[in-house]
């Protein structure tokens, strides 16, 4: 992988320009990018190197979506590269102006250093999906299953004291859904909960806003499971 497509992701950019401790870096990898296609082009060739001054290097970042200061910032830091050997300075004796190339070892420390910041990355995110999984199991579930039995009345459920049946359930709403009787049927109405009412088929769950109501009928509120009991008359 060269190392414009090392840098494509979001997250890795991201890093690189937010963490002063990547300035360094951040530096190297442009240097590096500009000797490969498609900058490799706008190079001024030196010593039989394809070397890029400051104002190069900077639209080259642009492009890069890096971050880039574009004098004295630059040179102090494509100095403190050049002395750990990751970069070579060319001065023009005739106009004093500067050109940098990367060498071999920079290069390959800029892959290198990349490798390792996606892995980073990778590992920040997993450990975020793992935290996410722990809460959810350390949380107290609610009642799995309650089986309620229709009368003549109507039926009120929801988190909210004074309906019917009354759920400490974080997921559903205060008055979540009613069951009541019209003209012979059992209906079940849902009350515009926040997260839906939805029944449970076979291998399936089908959200439901008001729907006639049969024996052993199961809806999911929330996390919590209600299956519905209607007696024959």
């Given at each position: 992988?060269?190392?414009?497509?090392?840098?494509?992701?979001?997250?890795?950019?991201?890093?690189?320009?937010?963490?002063?401790?990547?300035?360094?870096?951040?530096?190297?990898?442009?240097?590096?990018?500009?000797?490969?296609?498609?900058?490799?082009?706008?190079?001024?060739?030196?010593?039989?190197?394809?070397?890029?001054?400051?104002?190069?290097?900077?639209?080259?970042?642009?492009?890069?979506?890096?971050?880039?200061?574009?004098?004295?910032?630059?040179?102090?830091?494509?100095?403190?590269?050049?002395?750990?050997?990751?970069?070579?300075?060319?001065?023009?004796?005739?106009?004093?102006?500067?050109?940098?190339?990367?060498?071999?070892?920079?290069?390959?420390?800029?892959?290198?250093?990349?490798?390792?910041?996606?892995?980073?990355?990778?590992?920040?995110?997993?450990?975020?999906?793992?935290?996410?999984?722990?809460?959810?199991?350390l949380t107290k579930p609610p009642p799995t299953v309650f089986e309620i039995?229709?009368?003549?009345?109507?039926?009120?459920?929801?988190?909210?004291?004074?309906?019917?049946?009354?759920?400490?359930?974080?997921?559903?709403?205060?008055?979540?859904?009613?069951?009541?009787?019209?003209?012979?049927?059992?209906?079940?109405?849902?009350?515009?909960?926040?997260?839906?009412?939805?029944?449970?088929?076979?291998?399936?769950?089908?959200?439901?806003?008001?729907?006639?109501?049969a024996d052993c009928d199961m809806y999911q509120l929330g996390s919590t499971?209600?299956?519905?009991?209607?007696l024959k008359t």
């Amino acid at each position: 992988m060269s190392i414009v497509d090392s840098i494509s992701e979001a997250s890795v950019r991201k890093s690189l320009n937010s963490d002063p401790s990547y300035e360094r870096l951040r530096y190297l990898v442009v240097l590096a990018a500009a000797s490969e296609p498609p900058f490799e082009i706008a190079a001024l060739p030196v010593q039989g190197h394809p070397a890029f001054n400051i104002n190069q290097l900077s639209r080259i970042a642009k492009q890069l979506g890096l971050d880039f200061e574009r004098y004295h910032g630059a040179e102090r830091v494509l100095g403190q590269l050049e002395k750990s050997g990751f970069a070579k300075k060319v001065t023009n004796l005739e106009t004093g102006f500067h050109t940098y190339y990367s060498t071999n070892a920079g290069k390959s420390q800029a892959m290198l250093n990349l490798d390792r910041l996606r892995k980073v990355q990778e590992f920040e995110s997993q450990v975020k999906t793992m935290q996410m999984t722990i809460r959810k199991q350390l949380t107290k579930p609610p009642p799995t299953v309650f089986e309620i039995t229709l009368s003549g009345n109507e039926f009120t459920i929801g988190t909210e004291e004074g309906n019917d049946l009354t759920v400490h359930d974080p997921y559903m709403s205060r008055r979540h859904a009613r069951v009541f009787s019209e003209s012979g049927t059992w209906i079940f109405e849902d009350q515009g909960s926040r997260n839906g009412s939805w029944k449970m088929e076979l291998n399936n769950l089908l959200r439901v806003t008001r729907a006639p109501l049969a024996d052993c009928d199961m809806y999911q509120l929330g996390s919590t499971i209600v299956r519905f009991r209607v007696l024959k008359t």
